[in-house]
C-alpha cells in the first residue's frame, strides 16, 4: 500500500485506527460514574496528544537515525508558533496558511541552527543546541517582545489587519476555521451512557499527524534514511568511504525541525495564544522523554511515547486523595492510611517524580522503550516455537 | 574604572558557583567518563541542607512562661528551641544565626553518602554505555531529585539568611582610593569567593600533593594501566565521585544566603554550568575554573546599563552566544586536552 511493505502498511493502519477511533478509546467509562473523570476523550487533549505525537515523530527522524541528541528541539515549536499566530494576526484567521508558514520558518531555523550545531558531534552538539534553544527562550521573553510579545504571549486580537478575512461583524471574536469549518466545532455522539465528542480540530490534526507518520515510514525506508543509520552506527567509516556525513546530518536535522514547526504551527491552530515558555529548555527535555519513552529508532514508538506521557499526565495528575481513599477504602484503616501515604506523593502534583522514575527505569532496563517492552512479551509467548527467528523482531537499542 | 571592578566583583560569585559545579563536573567526567546530568541537583540538595540544618536547629517545644503575662493575665506560651536547653540561650542563638556556615559541617557527609549512592547504584552501571544514555539517565535522576525535594519542602524558595556578622555591605572602592560609595559590596559574596577559592584550592592540591591524588590523575590518563599495576582504581573514582558531590553541595551550601533555595536552582544553574565545562574544554580542571569565573564576570558585565543600550538584551544570552563562538573556534574549548571527547 502506497510504496510500504506489508508490516509497515499494517503498522501505518494500526495507527490510522487508533488516531480515528481515539475519541472512542479515550471514553472508556460511562457519563456520571466514579470513573469518568478519567476519561481522556475531550478535545483539548485529543489534539494534545497527535500533535506532541507529531512533535516526537520528527525528533526521533533525528535522534532515532542519526543518533545526535537535541536539546532543543522546543525552540523550533516556538519559532513555528510564532510564525503562525504572525500569520493569523495579519493575513487571516484560516489554519492553512498559517501552518504553512510555521513548517517553513521552523525549516530555516533549523537550517541555520543545524549548519551551526552540526559542526559538532556527541555531547557538543547537544549542549549547542541546548544554547540556541535558551537563546530564543531568554530573547523571546525580553529584547523580542514587541515580535512575541513577552511574558503575556500573543493572541489574535479583534483589531488585528486580517487582509484576507475582511473585517469581523460587531461582537465577534476571531476563531481559527479550516475554509470556515471552525476548530472548536464538536459533534457530540451519546451510546447510551456514553458521550463521545468529534471534534473538528482534533480531526484536523490527526489528519496532518497520519500524514507525517506516513513520510517518517517513507523516510525510515529510504536509502536516505539509511544513510543516516549509518552516521549513527559509524560515522568515522561513512567518512572513510568518502561519503560526506553533514548533508545528511544536516537534512535530518531540518526535516525534524520542520516537524517541531508543525507541531507548533498546529498548537497555535487548535488553541490561539502563544507564549515564550513553550520553548524553555524542560519543554525539549519532554520530547526526549517521549521518543525514549516509545523507543526511539523505531516507528511507532515516539507515537507511543507521546500519547503516554500525555495521556497519563492528564490521569495521574487528576488522582487526589479522595480518590484514593475510595479506591483502598475496602482495606483495614491502617493498612489503608499505610497505602495512601505511600502511593499519595506519585499522584496529583507529584506527577512528574513517577515520570522521572519511569524514565530511568525505561533507560536502565528497557533502552528500547515501550516497543522493545512489548516486543520481549511478544517473544515470551512465543518461545514456544522453536523455529520462530528471534532476531527478526528485534530492533537496535538507542543509542 | 570604579564601574569595571564593581562588575568584576559582581561577576565573582556567580563565577564562584559556575566554577565550583563546574569542578565537580569535570571531576567526574575526567574520572569516571559519565556526563552527569544530575550535578545541578546535587548543588541544589545542597542548599537545602543549609535549610534542613537550620530547621533543626530552631525545632522547639513549647513552655509556660510564668514570667511573661498576656493581656488577661494569664501565663504566655512561648515556643524554646530545643538548642537553648543544651547551650543555653545566648550560644543557642549564636549557634541558629550561624546556621549557614555550620551547614557546610552537616553537609559534607551528607553530600559524600549521596555521591557514593549514586555512583555504587546507578552510575557504576552506566561506564560502558552511550554518553547519551548517561546523559539521558541522569537526567531523569535529576528530576526526580528534584521532585523529592519539592514534596518535603514544596515549591516556594526559602529565605535561609546569613550570619548576622556578614548582613549589610561595605564599601570596596572607598579600601582602594575611590569615591565613597561607588563599589558597594555585600559581605556574604565576598566570603563566598573566598570560600570558593578555597575550595578549589584544596581539590587541586589533593590532587597534585597526595599520593592518593597522584593515583586519581594517573587514573584519569591511562585507567587500565594503573588498573594493571594492581591498584583498585574504580573504588579510587567511587571516593573521587563523593568529593565532587560534596563541592557542588558546598557551592549550594553557601550559595543559600545569597538567592533563597528553591527546587529548580539545580536545574536553572546546571545547563550554565554544562556551557562553562564546554567552554573551558570537557575533562580539564584549571579550564572549567577559569571559564566559570569568566563567563560569570563577562554575564555581570553584559548587564551594565551602557553596555545594554548598546546591545539590548545581550545580558540573557551572553554565555550561550560565547559558547557558541568558542566551540566553534576552538572547538576542544580553551584548556581542552587532545583526544578528550572528540567524536
Known sequence: MFGLTKRDSTLLIIVILLTVLAPFILNPFPEGSAMAQFNAGYPDLMQRLVIFGIFAIGFNILFGLTGYLSFGHAAFLGVGSYAAIWMMKLLTMNVVPAIIISVVVAGLFSLLVGWISLRRSGIYFSILTLAFAQMSYSLAYSVLTPITGGETGLQPKVDDPRILDGALAAGQTPRANFFGLEMGTSYELELGNWIFTFNAGYYIAAIVMILAFYLSIRIFRSPFGMMLRAVKSNQQRVNYTGLNAKPYTLAAFVISGMYAGLAGGLLVAMDTQVGAERMFWTASGEVVLMTILGGAGTLIGPVLGAGFIKYMENIVSKINKSVLEQWFAFMPDGIEDFLIAIVYPFIGKGWHLTLGILFMLVVIFLPGGLVEGGQRIGRLFKRKKPSDDAADGKTTPAE | ?343
Open chain 2, 1 to 343: 574604572m570604579d564601574a569595571i571592578i564593581l562588575q568584576i566583583l559582581n561577576g565573582l560569585d556567580k563565577g564562584s558557583a559556575y566554577a565550583l559545579i563546574a569542578l565537580g563536573l569535570t571531576l567526574i567526567f575526567g574520572t569516571l567518563g559519565v556526563v552527569n546530568f544530575a550535578h545541578g541537583a546535587l548543588f541544589m540538595i545542597g542548599a537545602f541542607c543549609a535549610v534542613t540544618l537550620s530547621r533543626i536547629l530552631t525545632l522547639s517545644h513549647t513552655i509556660i512562661d510564668e514570667t511573661q503575662k498576656d493581656f488577661l493575665g494569664n501565663p504566655l506560651k512561648v515556643d524554646v528551641p530545643y538548642i537553648y536547653d543544651i547551650f543555653g540561650q545566648q550560644t543557642g542563638d549564636a549557634i541558629i544565626d550561624w546556621a549557614v556556615p555550620l551547614s557546610i559541617l552537616f553537609a559534607i557527609p551528607v553530600m559524600i553518602g549521596i555521591g557514593f549512592i549514586m555512583e555504587r547504584g546507578l552510575i557504576k552501571h552506566f561506564y560502558k554505555r552511550p554518553h547519551a544514555d548517561q546523559i539521558l539517565v541522569t537526567f531523569g535522576l535529576a528530576i526526580v531529585l528534584q521532585e523529592i525535594i519539592k514534596y518535603f519542602y514544596g515549591a516556594n524558595p526559602i529565605p535561609t539568611p546569613a550570619p548576622d556578622a556578614f548582613r549589610g555591605s561595605f564599601d570596596f572602592g572607598a579600601m582602594l582610593g575611590f569615591d565613597p560609595n561607588t563599589i558597594i559590596y555585600p559581605y556574604w559574596r565576598l566570603v563566598y569567593f573566598a570560600f570558593a577559592a578555597v575550595i578549589i584550592g584544596a581539590v587541586f592540591a589533593f590532587l597534585q600533593f597526595t599520593t592518593f591524588g597522584m593515583v586519581v590523575r594517573a587514573g584519569m590518563a591511562d585507567r587500565e594501566t594503573v588498573g594493571l599495576l594492581g591498584i583498585n582504581i574504580d573504588k579510587r573514582f567511587t571516593i573521587m565521585f563523593g568529593i565532587a558531590a560534596a563541592v557542588a553541595g558546598l557551592a549550594g551550601v553557601m550559595y543559600t544566603p545569597i538567592n533563597s533555595p528553591n527546587y529548580h536552582m539545580g536545574m536553572d544553574f546546571l545547563v550554565l554550568s554544562f556551557v562553562v565545562v564546554v567552554v573551558g574544554g570537557m575533562g580539564s580542571l584549571p579550564g572549567a575554573v577559569l571559564a566559570g569565573f569568566l563567563l560569570g564576570i563577562l554575564e555581570s558585565f553584559a548587564s551594565m546599563a551602557v553596555v545594554l543600550e548598546i546591545l539590548p538584551g545581550i545580558n540573557q544570552i551572553i554565555i550561550y552566544l560565547v559558547a557558541i563562538i568558542i566551540l566553534l573556534t576552538r572547538p576542544r574549548g580553551l584548556m581542552g586536552r587532545r583526544g578528550v571527547m572528540e567524536e
